[in-house]
């Protein structure tokens, strides 16, 4: 299927994909050229704010005319908060996190108002949905992808059920790679940064054929020693070593067809962190659970002869900040391969658009997810994701009849998508080998629609619908299928899902608009991925929402004051939550996900901007979010004595009640000797805890991080030299930590603080 799949990829003229739509200038519009910058800046003689374009909604239209909650974040902000992956933007959008995986460091934590999962199983699909160029990413696997060379990264919020589909019922990810431009140009830039952070990002553009083909190259590479010291060996762990290579072409044989083909290979050979075991004798308590039958205990860690001599010899828990004692990590050796297209044709009446993609990932990572020199739990992964997708949509154009004068503006479209996997984990538990492996399919199809009508020349109803169909296989093979004392298990499932929204807009003026939006959105269903023995195999049911939102958009003083305004509130039934339970061989227990949990999340975020003067933009938002289980029946504590418990009091990881930021640019002209940008930023967000069942010593307080950058530019803009520190205050602080079913417990700390220096040329 896959083989077949990629042939008729490169072989058909609508071949592979890339970018999110028939990108349109104004709705109505039937304009299928994307802009060249999607997210426009305002004009450095303009005191106005920037116009900013996003592409939510399948088309370009202007962020302050959309009714959606969009963070749309541009390339200079990307520089100007020293972004380099995809996890340090959840500091430039409220509501959102994101937190690497430790006992899988390809992979991302994502929790978006609220919503993720902890879980980065293939077999249990995204909670909160990535596209690249359009191409959503089937696995949380390899989510951690690079942010060079981008044209724009938009935060989608709420439920985008209808027109990005499944798997991002609180909202998604989308990041828009650069298109070439049809004359020669390029950038060559290069850092140097504390932790021995060394990094080269450079592009070249280049007319292939007048303005009828353009073409661009663009590499990235990132090398660092790590922030973390392991204490058995005297060495510094975590270093970063990442390349990526992209090419990319962009032909407009005439006004009418635009075809974006771009290709990236990705190199990850970077070292694990390391965490940082806090095992101790201390119980580990569920708040919410019942010890009457069975007292809790401490983690395995510290209570069995294979380690106990480290926990009573004060070697756990390891309480110092930025070390670890694990040992025997390779390096990993990922790689990524991705090819992607966006065919546009401007038919006149009607538009249309073929985006199609291929990726594949090869996974091979060896945490020690305990901590130690011991082998309590050590992992190496070794795994192949594959997928392909098609989109062809027809929309409606400007004239000619179909959009009625103008009046309406309409979307159909069609999906098909495939994902295949197999993955190995050749575990060792306690010092025995205990493998387990897995593979399965996904084969996804969707019919969708969309469509706006101006009632009057201010009020706005639009409204869509998908209807999706999942055909899934799975098989698993336990550690004890290798032992000879299991058989493999093989499970297959079909689910099929109908997503609505309606959107209620009026805008007073060309720059005051407010909407009232419904919406529902699902989470894909799918099988336990590697159950400790056949009988424990299941499969979990689709997760639901229904979200109602309020949203306001406005600019003041002839658009020197933006201010944004968002109420949700969202209904999530049939929640996939794991269970824990103990099970007599290694690895001495099964993680279960179940469908045994329902919840509501209501809030409210603001996003602002004032320029009171001409160089000067300063920039707040503020979030605030209460998340909410209202039922949570089971038996969290892996002991059946203890019986069910209402669990509805857990709060959700990863979720802070409140998320803010505030930060200014200052641009001084310094005449004929150039200019100085001064760049600061704070963030803050409220106390969250790292795991599912708020064990105590993952608890996080308070965080607040401060960064800056002060950049010189010469005279002809062509040369530019910036400074630039991140977590200037030094707060130290944990990302992730969990226990593993009751043989560790251990948590990772996030960098402390950075500084470094960039220089860059344009030409």
Known sequence: MMTRGLTLLLAGSSSLVATPLLAQSNPGSSSITAPSAAIATASEDSDSLADIVVTARRRAEPLQQTPLSVSAIAPQRLAEAHVTNLGDIATLSPALNLSRNASNPTSLFAFLRGFGTKSSDPSSEPAVALTIDGIYQGAVIGSLVNLFDVEAVEVLRGPQGTLLGKNAPAGGISIRTRRPKSEFNGLVQVDYGRFGDFQIRTFVDAPLAGDKLAGTISYFRQRSDGYVRNIVTGRDVGGLFTQSFRVGLLATPSDTISWYVTSQYDIDKGE??????????????????????????????????????????????????????????????????????????????????????????????????????????????????????????????????????????????????????????????????????????????????????KLTDKLTLSGGARQTWDRKSHTSKSANFFRGLDTQVVQRASWDNLSLDGTLQYQFTSDKMVFVRYAEGYRGGGFTGTPSNASLAARFEPETVTSYEFGSKTDFFNKRLRINVSLFYNEYSNLQRTITTAVPFPPFFAQLPRNIAAAKTKGIEIESQIRPIHPLTIRASVGYIDAYYTSFRANLTGVAANGDTDNSALHFPYTSKWTASAGATYVAELGDAGKLAFVADYTYRSSYNTTDLNYAFARQSGVGLLSSTITYTDPSDRYTLSVYGRNLTNRGYIDNGDPVGGLTTFVGDAPPRTWGVSAGMKF
């Not at 390391?274 to 919410?288: E, K, Q, W």
């Not at 110092?320 to 990922?334: I, K, S, V």
């Not at 060792?428 to 996904?442: C, E, K, M, N, R």
């Open 272 to 453: 694990e962190t390391g965490v940082r075991n806090v095992s101790d004798f201390t119980p580990l308590v569920i708040p919410t659970a019942n010890y009457a039958a069975s007292p809790p205990v401490a983690s395995t860690t510290c209570r069995n002869a294979f380690s106990i001599a480290l926990c009573r010899s004060g070697a756990l828990p390891n309480l110092d900040r930025y070390t670890t004692q694990a040992l025997n990590m390779p390096r990993r050796n990922n790689r990524g391969f991705s090819v992607t297209s966006d065919l546009a044709v401007d038919a006149g009446p009607v538009a249309f658009a073929a985006v199609t993609g291929f990726r594949k990932f090869k996974e091979r990572v060896f945490p020690d997810i305990d901590g130690t020199q011991l082998p309590i739990i050590d992992s190496h992964y070794v795994g192949n994701f594959r997928q392909f997708s098609q989109e062809l949509r027809v929309a409606s154009g400007d004239g000619g009849g179909l959009d009625l004068g103008g009046k309406l503006n309409w979307l159909l479209g069609a999906y098909y998508f495939y994902f295949d996997y197999d993955r190995l984990n050749d575990q060792i538990s306690l010092g025995v080998p205990a493998p387990t492996f897995q593979d399965g399919q996904t084969n996804s199809f969707a019919v969708f629609a969309h469509a706006e009508y």
